[in-house]
């Protein structure tokens, strides 16, 4: 096998540029040889992953936080076109959110995470695809291997994004310093969501979460029944919700119990539409994987065992 590792030196508030020389011992010692390529900026992730599965890669591994994990997916695909279809996926994270590996019970140090990728298994893999509008009119299309949301969260991950110190202090408080932040200032959205055609509504909305993982915000367990490998999305939809009674009940989202919450619906299914509603004065925005730049209209597609994983 030919294995590539994709790293972001600086992810995890740069911590992981200073693990470097023990990441690639750690690879050396449980995969045998590995070619470390790190990215310098934002994209390089998915250039760098496409580029080596052109060249024959048959296995890439992201280490990086979330936002890795994204650019590197994206790499698998060329204008909507699987560049290696045999190829595995692996991960270990060193980010300072790192939701994604949550779903899987993986470790979260990432020498711990390459250990275990030793006697990793294969699986299937589900991917989300998205499709919305561009800045430029154009349309764009990505793709997320966790969630993809909109509403309160989009606001959300726009904050942490821009933040330094709260960041720097950890994914887990940032999320949780810049939501309460973000809950204070919050006017809801007014939406039409679709969900296959089992569910059509127009509503205020506070957030809605295209689940195929269980975990976002830095621990937030928001689609507590999400499985990455059955085929559909669980469709977490929060309803417009006093600011109070938000700020009050933001815990119960950490352990799962807000799903008992009235305000929230959860919908399976494998494809989702939503769109302003046409008295929605201000753009939507939404985000996928922690990473921001898009907004609604859009439609969100489940491709079920898109990718075959490793861990």
């Known amino acids: 096998m030919t294995v590539i590792a994709i790293v972001n030196p600086a992810s995890g508030g740069g911590r992981t540029a200073a693990r470097l020389p023990a990441i690639a011992e750690a690879l050396k010692s449980a995969l045998g ?19 080596a599965l052109q060249a024959g890669a048959t296995r890439i591994i992201a280490i990086g936080g979330d936002g890795t994990l994204n650019e590197v ?27 994604f ?61 821009r933040a ?9 408080f940032a999320f949780k310093w810049h939501s309460t ?32 993982g269980r975990f976002f915000g830095g621990g937030m367990m928001v689609a507590p029944g999400a499985d990455p490998g059955d085929g559909l999305f669980d469709v977490v939809v929060i309803a417009e919700t006093k600011t109070r009674a938000m700020i ?16 929230v619906t959860v919908v399976r299914g494998r494809r989702v539409t939503a769109s302003p509603a046409p008295d929605q004065p201000a753009p939507v925005y939404a985000e996928r994987d922690g990473e921001g730049g898009m907004r609604l209209p859009a439609t969100f597609d489940i491709l079920p065992g898109a990718l075959t994983l490793r861990i």
């Open 33 to 51: 040889p590995v070619e470390i390529r790190q990215t310098t900026r934002q994209g390089d992730g998915e250039n760098l992953t496409r580029t």
């Open 73 to 99: 997916v994206n790499g698998f695909f060329s204008d909507g076109l699987h560049v290696a279809p045999a190829a595995e996926f692996s991960f270990a994270m060193s980010g300072s959110g790192g939701d």
């Open 101 to 161: 590996r949550k779903t899987f019970n993986a470790p979260g140090d990432v020498i711990a995470a390459i250990t275990a990728l030793k006697t990793a298994t294969p699986r299937p893999l589900d991917l989300g695809r998205v499709s919305f509008t561009g800045d430029s009119g154009e349309t764009v299309a990505r793709y997320f291997v966790n969630i993809a949301s909109f509403g309160l969260s989009g606001e959300v991950v726009t904050r942490v994004n």
């Open 164 to 172: 330094r110190i709260a960041k720097w202090l950890g994914g887990p």
């Open 181 to 212: 932040m973000a809950a204070l200032r919050f006017r809801p959205w007014k939406v039409r969501l679709t969900v296959d055609d089992v569910y059509d509504q127009t509503l205020a909305l506070s957030t809605v979460a295209i689940s195929n």
């Open 248 to 263: 009050a009940r933001m815990n119960d989202i950490y352990t799962g119990a807000h799903i008992a919450n009235p305000s």
